[in-house]
């Protein structure tokens, strides 16, 4: 696994968790996730800037881009989920 991934606050994993849920509902790989949708959701400000300094990802006012390691991170992150849940 990658080490800017290691030791992630679970603020910033809550960032990874949403993407991760994009992922299995849609099956494609996720490059962004909604930062703000204007309507009660809201990232993380202090995950926000945890990937931003660990060079995970970039960030407008509504969208948060994953980089190709992050993108990998969600990746691995879904097979988790799978593994465990016996898929």
Known sequence: M??????LSDKALSI???AAYHRLL?????TSVV????HGHEAD???VA??????LATASE??????D???AFVDTLVDAIRREGGA
């Open 2 to 7: 990658a080490t800017n991934t290691q030791g």
């Open 62 to 67: 509504t969208q948060i881009s994953l980089g």
């Open 35 to 38: 930062r703000r949708d204007g």
């Open 50 to 55: 945890e990937l931003e300094r660990r060079g």
């Open 26 to 30: 849609s099956g494609e790989r996720v």
């Open 16 to 18: 990874f968790t949403f």
């Open 45 to 47: 400000p202090d995950g």
């Open 69 to 71: 390691e992050a993108e």
